[in-house]
């Protein structure tokens, strides 16, 4: 059973940074695009940076600038650096995997962690 897993979120002021984690465990034949979204509450969740397979990154435009997402692959981890943070950041962030390679029926054509809370103080 693949799991993807966050960790890193907290509290800090704005203008502050935080580094994301996302650990990929269980299927080593899966392999995934990764990326990162956010929800905030009473809305709706959204797009905020992904790494493909190639290593090419896109960013959401509220985040441009300021994110910056990376991969480990010998450590099946995903980053996402987050500087000069905003109270609009604040949000639960969730990390997503997409599929590119692998068996659909056993690694899920995508898979989505738990969530990790940030939270921006003004």
């Known amino acids: 059973q693949v799991q993807l897993v966050e960790s890193g979120g907290g509290s800090v002021q704005a203008g502050g940074s935080l580094r994301l984690s996302c650990v990929v465990s269980?299927?080593?034949?899966?392999?995934?695009?990764m990326s990162w979204y956010r929800q905030a509450p009473g809305k709706e969740r959204e797009f905020v940076s992904g790494?493909?397979?190639?290593?090419?990154?896109r960013y959401a435009d509220s985040v441009k600038g300021r994110f910056t997402i990376s991969q480990d692959n010998a450590k099946n981890t995903v980053y996402l650096q987050m500087n000069t943070l905003k109270p609009e950041d604040t949000a639960m962030y969730y990390c997503k995997g997409d599929l590119f390679s692998g068996v659909v029926h056993l690694c899920g054509r995508d898979r989505w962690g738990q969530g990790t809370q940030v939270t921006v103080s003004s």
């Open positions: 269980g299927v080593n034949y899966c392999r995934y695009d």
């Open positions: 790494i493909a397979s190639d290593g090419s990154t």
